[in-house]
């Protein structure tokens, strides 16, 4: 069956950084948009950043934008998010999903998920 594991949560100050990874198995990884979606308390959860499976496109959350890097190593079935300048209001329940449109919110496949807390 499909598996997403993640890794890289943690506790950050604000202005830190942080790297988050997603090893999946059980599909063909290149062949499928990845993404990363958050779900802070009390909010829906929503898209983050998305990536082509050739990588030659993605998609970035305004609120994000030229602070997260997705990035992908289709070679390591692995997608990773760079997370620079963090700020309070990134802290939420992180996930990656596989096979997923950041612009619908459809995502086929869900990660467990992995905590960021932003400290102020």
């Known amino acids: 069956q499909v598996q997403l594991v993640e890794s890289g949560g943690g506790l950050v100050q604000a202005g830190g950084s942080l790297r988050f990874s997603c090893t999946v198995s059980?599909?063909?990884?290149?062949?499928?948009?990845m993404g990363w979606f958050r779900q802070a308390p009390g909010k829906e959860r929503r898209a983050v950043s998305c990536i082509r499976g050739s990588g030659d496109s993605t998609y970035y959350a305004d609120s994000v934008k030229g602070r997260f890097t997705i990035s992908r190593d289709n070679a390591k079935n692995t997608l990773y998010l760079q997370m620079n300048s963090l700020k309070p209001e990134d802290t939420a329940l992180y996930y990656c999903a596989a096979n997923s449109n950041c612009y619908t919110g459809s995502v086929v496949y869900w990660g467990q998920g992995t905590q960021v807390t932003v400290s102020s």
């Open positions: 059980g599909l063909t990884f290149g062949d499928f948009t």
